[in-house]
């Protein structure tokens, strides 16, 4: 019974580049999240998503970042043109239907921008 | 928007004291979830609250939510080394899927 699975677990880009972050839920989950970590700061939403819908992505920058949760296959964090502020950790968390209740979170991906 | 406020951000305590961290949201709250993330590790789900007043305990941790479901807090009793790590309060918002909001954590480091 895996938990959340996040690859890579850390990534480093170069300015300007893209980054793809990858998360599959845990077996029987629908529902999706992705949150941003600063160090030494807490957890920020970005977005949730259900399969092929998003739901809610008042917490992603306007510009640079989409999220996807195709019908087949993991979600999908894309940052295009990555800058040195987007270094972060990035967690992807998934609930069953309908709750908020209990997240499983995934280990995360640690984003190095250099 | 919402927010869940949580004090003291950092707290050093001899093993074997007790400690506290205390959530606050000026709007009153659905339920209350705790994590606890390791240093570099992930977030992992604690405990819910749900109703005022509701009192919970897990061994040496004890979890409140207050009466008007504006405020918790977490106590964990006799701390030991294995406790350390940063401890987050969350809230979902009503009528908003499971999207959940943090507090911005309180660290906890424990002296053997």
């Known amino acids: 019974n895996a938990g959340v699975m996040q690859n890579p677990r850390h990534l480093v880009r170069r300015r300007g580049q893209e980054a793809r972050l990858r998360c599959s839920p845990m077996?029987?989950?629908?529902?999706v999240y992705w949150y941003r970590q600063l160090p030494e700061e807490g957890l920020k939403f970005m977005v949730y998503l259900q399969k092929e819908n998003i739901i809610d992505e008042s917490g992603m920058p306007k510009e640079r970042f989409s999220a996807e949760f195709p019908k087949e296959g993991p979600s999908i964090l894309r940052i295009q043109q990555v800058v040195r502020g987007d270094s972060a950790a990035y967690f992807c968390?998934?609930?069953?239907?309908?709750?908020?209740?209990?997240?499983?979170f995934g280990s995360g991906t640690r984003l190095t921008v250099v | 928007g919402q927010q869940v406020m949580q004090i003291p951000q950092y707290q050093h305590v001899q093993e074997g004291e007790d400690f506290t961290t205390y959530c606050n949201s000026s709007?009153?709250?659905?339920?209350i979830q705790w994590y606890k993330q390791r240093p570099g590790g992930h977030p992992v789900f604690l405990i819910q609250l749900v109703k005022s007043g509701e009192v919970k305990k897990q061994k040496r941790l004890t979890f409140q939510f207050g009466e008007a479901k504006k405020n918790s807090s977490l106590h964990i009793t006799a701390t030991q080394t294995t406790d350390v790590g940063t401890y987050f309060c969350?809230?979902?918002?009503?009528?908003?899927?499971?999207?959940?909001?943090f507090g911005q954590g309180t660290e906890l480091s424990v002296k053997p």
């Open positions: 968390a998934s609930s069953p239907p309908g709750t908020g209740v209990g997240y499983t």
């Open positions: 969350s809230s979902s918002l009503y009528n908003q899927g499971g999207k959940l909001i």
């Open positions: 077996k029987g989950h629908s529902h």
């Open positions: 709007t009153t709250l659905s339920n």
